[in-house]
């Protein structure tokens, strides 16, 4: 049964190739200094780097640097990109890069003006913010976060061996994002299928709760099945604008707060890929597909119904047999599709080795929503078959 | 390929049993005066009425009435609500009903600061409004239109028999919108089964037109199963809570303009059924029914590819045979599952007769966004056969 529930979701985007131009007509909306966020430096090699100063020149504004925002961006980056807003009274943050640059820069906007410890309020204690918030905006140049049309926002504390995700409301999600599907052409091939699993399984996550038959399943199977058929042709050929411009469009809306109204979510692999990226800084998506089958062949007793209609509806497998073997042979097909795209199949290729299973257990979180709450045997079982 | 587009749908939804409570927190960022607008008064058999006025007057607001909006708003009533608009200085038009008095008040909201016509203006130049606009809200109490969450406002012109639909910007779309399932238990069952249909052609106009495998695709697939499913559901119980809310937000998402971004779509079955909705006043729902069948039949050489697809991904028709047998096969699914559900099927029993064919023929607007352009004679051919 669908739940109560609110959408709002104001973020104006602007899809396609060449969309870039319009970022002239959205800078005249704020003031003058910008605070430029971006990652480690490809932005500068393939060129989107110059186009958005080009613009920004263009525009008369002032542009306060603020590079260098790693793939798990930390604490201390935080603490830094918030003295450069404070210090610079910047009007506008904006974010070009993928998931990791615009999680950040949310960070950043809901910090400038609060007073206690954003790690605390926002990551520990998930309180949303009560001082003012700088408008963040976003030129998206890797897909898979979905960061780009919603609130969330991960952080890592490296310290704590601790990488947490906060939801924010509709008051820090972008104002605006420009998505240019040209724009993710130079990102790797190994970055490319991260983030295509990244997104499919920020569906899986909204997918694999609840017994209902609502109409976010329908969405849900609908999206995993786009992303399953573009993925494949953007596999075979990385310039294929049709396929990357539908995996792009998909991602934003797997995670844009759709799927999840009305209803039950898990979240509980990406609290083990999390925990496995705390300790050993590897790749979102990879440390999610690492844990994914281990994970779902343990659940799946627990949630039966669902996962046999996810062979049938997401894979078309037939329905002859068991409603188990019909279940076990969509996971076949998931895997059988994660090595096609050259996924981490084991959290042993990522760097984690036997003795850091209790310290990754450790750090794992338990999520409520899924169909099965995991007690801190199943973690180290789970995390041991992912080894 | 998707093609270059905007998205902005900046409507603020509260969705469930009970969301009417929210009204009192929005109004709050309006001013005191509230034009509040309905239809024939069935809003006051059901206690809807009272209950949005007792939350007006607890909140101090002054209510302008502007009740008796009629199933298709006519240009004399739409000068009727722009003058209590005018003269009273009202600050938000609250729309309380179905989609007819949702896109009533889309209208009048553009149209109070406007000095120019605003049937030529909006309805035959389909120009954007250059005027102050009024903000608009929605309680929703019929469902189908998507006018709770789009920019779409249909008005008719009687004395030119004709009715037409505009497509208005985020800033005439509802601010804010009340979705309570349970504030549509009321409508008669064959106003829900027309809402049903209404919502269900909605995604077919978007979905036959073009021939990518883009997300929108998945998507349209994936609301329409949710809606078959549900409506089954719904007819064998109208007061099935589950179905009901999978059914209403289903068709908010069928027309709130996700659907269509970076896509050709069609509108046709629109065309030929608002043109005998003009000449017959009657439901909605029920005109685009009886037109379906034989404008798809006559269009599916065109698309054949597509109709392939539908029947097999909507329908679960096997594929065996001809694309054409498959693709017809869909076509019969369609046409039994809207006999179940009653859904008129010839326009003579809407009250068209022969010799009105011609006459509805000259009120029909031809798109050309679909699978084949419609000549006069083509659309006298499918009038004749939808008679």
């Known amino acids: 049964m669908l739940g109560d529930f609110r959408y709002h979701n104001p973020t104006k985007l602007y899809f396609g190739r060449g969309a870039i131009v319009h970022l002239r007509e959205e800078l005249s909306n704020y003031g003058k200094k910008i605070q430029l966020i971006y990652g480690g430096g490809s932005v500068k090699k393939n060129g989107i780097y110059d186009q ?59 910090s400038v003006s609060c007073t206690e410890d954003p790690w605390k309020k926002y990551y520990i204690d998930q309180e949303q913010p009560t001082c003012e918030v700088l408008p963040v905006a976003c030129v998206l140049t890797m897909v898979g976060t979905g960061s780009e049309m919603n609130g969330g926002s991960v952080i890592t504390n490296p310290a704590e061996k601790l990488k947490i995700g906060h939801v924010f409301g509709s008051d820090v999600m972008p104002k605006f994002t420009i998505l240019d599907p040209t724009f993710t052409y130079t990102v790797p091939k190994r970055q490319m299928v991260a983030g295509i699993y990244d997104a499919f399984n920020h569906i899986c996550e909204q997918y694999f709760s609840g017994e209902d038959d609502n109409v976010s399943d329908y969405l849900s199977e609908g999206l995993m099945r786009s992303i399953i058929a573009s993925s494949r042709k953007a596999l075979a050929d990385p310039l294929d604008y049709e396929a990357r411009s539908n995996i792009m469009w998909a991602a934003t809306w797997a995670l844009n707060t759709l799927l999840s109204r009305g209803k039950d979510t898990d979240w509980e692999v990406h609290m083990l890929g999390q925990a496995v990226g705390a300790h050993t800084d590897a790749t979102h998506g990879m440390t999610l597909a690492a844990v994914s089958l281990p994970y779902y062949r343990h659940i799946l007793p627990y949630g039966l119904k669902k996962f046999r209609r996810f ?35 084991h959290i042993s290729e990522l760097g984690v080795t036997e003795d850091m299973i209790e310290k990754i257990a450790d750090s794992t979180l338990v999520e409520e929503g899924g169909y099965k709450v995991l007690t801190r045997e199943e973690i180290v079982k789970i995390l041991r078959e992912s080894l």
């Open 52 to 110: 958005v100063v080009s613009i920004l020149r263009e525009c008369g504004k002032e542009i306060v640097e603020d590079g260098g925002v790693m793939p798990n961006p930390t604490t201390e980056k935080l603490a830094e990109g918030i003295k450069i807003a404070g210090e610079n009274g910047v009007d506008l943050l904006l974010a070009v890069g993928g998931g990791s640059v615009c999680d950040y820069a949310k960070a950043v906007a809901a």
């Open 311 to 345: 062979a049938v509806e997401v894979w078309g497998v037939k329905e002859s047999g068991s409603d188990e073997e019909i279940a076990l042979r969509g996971l076949e097909a998931l895997e059988n599709w994660m090595k096609e795209l050259g996924l981490a199949m």
